[in-house]
């Protein structure tokens, strides 16, 4: 079997897994049905569910840092994972209320240790695309399992979607021999955790949002149950088709459009009245901006793997964040709508997307200045004839950090990698993560197109000039 098939194969594997969690453990539609059916207490199971999870999702990070062989204990709770999972029609509904979230938690710690595999085995051009079939797939998954336990009886809503699990570890356990070790980068300094607090910070606000509407906006169109199930997350699906193959600068504007979309849907659901054809036009510009905003920060963790020591932490705090921002969310829904009614949520949802607003600028800023580059934030440079060699190498330093500027002064200088890495004191893959980050800011496939671009300024650019 060759790389390529190997490398999708585990691709499509996590995806499985990622819609049959969001199926089934984390407050999936099958979850409610089974939990109905078996007389479960469904709040209190869901509580549990989300937050165990949630805390596997963070555990799956320290996990990664610190077992030898992360392959095969990844592949061991995968396992038990399945074998608990199809035990629980038979249990009573004591053992279920523990079993079920003991599955969530386990799960959580799957999906955030396989980040140093992605992080291995996805080329860095790609990791947009591979987040956004993750994502892609895992939805549609989670649309097939709306529909099944709207129609069938929950247990065999549940078998499909368990016979969908075996798959997925299937799949994983043929590309396992190919997930190698992960090497050890040596880079010298990585960032830490608290470089990404106003990421997280933005996607807690941000999924907050979500919680609201979808703890309100379902319930109140309950009535249209077949609708609901049937277009759930289609929109979603598109926006991140779309988005995953546009180029950065639609990105960028994107991003702010995301805001006035949500808005719009929270002005909508405050003044129209409930009929399918309101459902449909709040559902699709509700979720078209949740598509933007979920291939944002997956993008941008996907995409940074090198620059921190443990890419499982990086994905796993994020998810972890996002579960729990989804969550506090949803209680503030359920606990406006119960004391006042759609209009108090609305304005509600109004207050956290001015917030969210407000973090855009500096999110933007923090994030340019050390991320490898995200289309969503790209600031790019636009060179002119008009424009004067020391105007543009004054822009060129503006839009890259300090030291991306001492490698960009090399790289026009025809210095080699070996001898950049010298004299900078760098290991060889911190110089290519710089590099990438250099073409991507200032638009340039390779060093080839990066010197004709700026063939203008080249005899300016000298690593003895101000800069180094």
């Not at 169109?221 to 779309?242: K, M, R």
Request: charged letters at 15%.
């Amino acid at each position: 079997m060759t790389k390529k098939k190997k490398l999708l194969l585990l691709i499509i594997g996590i995806s499985i897994l990622f819609g049959w969690i969001m199926s089934f453990p984390y407050e999936g539609p099958v979850f409610f049905a089974l939990a109905g059916d078996y007389g479960v207490n469904e709040s209190l199971l869901n509580l549990l569910s989300v937050l165990f999870h949630a805390a596997g999702l963070f555990c799956g990070g320290i996990l990664a840092g610190k077992v030898s062989n992360l392959k095969k204990v990844l592949l061991l709770l995968l396992v038990l994972s399945f074998f608990l999972s199809i035990l629980i029609p038979f249990l009573p509904a004591s053992v279920i209320a523990v079993v079920l979230p003991f599955v969530s938690f386990l799960m959580g710690i799957e999906i955030s240790g396989h980040a140093p595999f992605l992080q291995e085995v996805i080329p860095y051009k790609r990791r947009t695309q591979a987040a956004a079939f993750i994502l892609i797939l895992g939805n549609l998954i989670l649309i097939l399992a709306d529909i099944l336990s709207s129609i069938l009886p929950a247990v065999y809503a549940f078998i499909i979607i368990e016979l969908l699990f075996a798959f997925g570890i299937f799949l994983l356990r043929f590309s396992v021999p190919f997930m190698a070790a992960p090497r050890k980068t040596p880079i010298i300094k990585k960032l830490s955790l608290k470089s990404f607090s106003i990421f997280y910070l933005f996607i807690f606000i941000i999924t907050i949002n979500s919680g609201i509407m979808f703890s309100v906006i379902y319930p109140y169109f309950g009535e249209f149950e077949l609708l609901t199930s049937i277009y759930t997350n289609i929109p979603y699906i598109i926006a991140i088709l779309i988005l995953s193959f546009l180029s950065g600068k639609i990105k960028f504007r994107f991003f702010h459009i995301g805001l006035l979309l949500w808005a719009l849907s929270f002005v909508l659901f405050a003044l129209l009245p409930s009929t399918p054809l309101t459902f449909l036009l709040i559902c699709t510009l509700m979720l078209f901006a949740c598509g933007i905003y979920d291939i944002f920060w997956w993008g941008v963790m996907f995409e940074n793997f090198e620059l921190v020591r443990n890419p499982s932490m990086l994905l796993g705090l994020g998810l972890a964040i996002n579960v729990f921002g989804v969550f506090i969310g949803s209680l503030i829904g359920q606990f406006l709508l119960t004391i006042s009614g759609k209009h108090l949520v609305s304005i509600f949802g109004l207050l956290f997307i001015v917030l969210c607003s407000l973090i855009v600028i500096p999110l933007n800023i923090k994030l340019t200045n050390f991320l490898t580059g995200n289309d969503f934030l790209m600031d790019s440079l636009i060179v002119t004839p008009s424009d004067s060699p020391d105007t543009i190498l004054s822009e060129i330093k503006k839009l890259v950090t300090k030291r991306e500027y001492e490698v960009f002064l090399f790289l026009m200088s025809g210095k080699s990698d070996k001898e950049i890495c010298d004299v900078l004191f760098i290991a060889k893959s911190t110089l290519k993560t710089h590099n990438r980050s250099i073409y991507k800011k200032l638009e340039v496939a390779d060093r080839r197109e990066l010197i004709d671009k700026y063939e203008c300024i080249k005899n300016i650019c000298s690593p003895d000039c101000e800069a180094i």
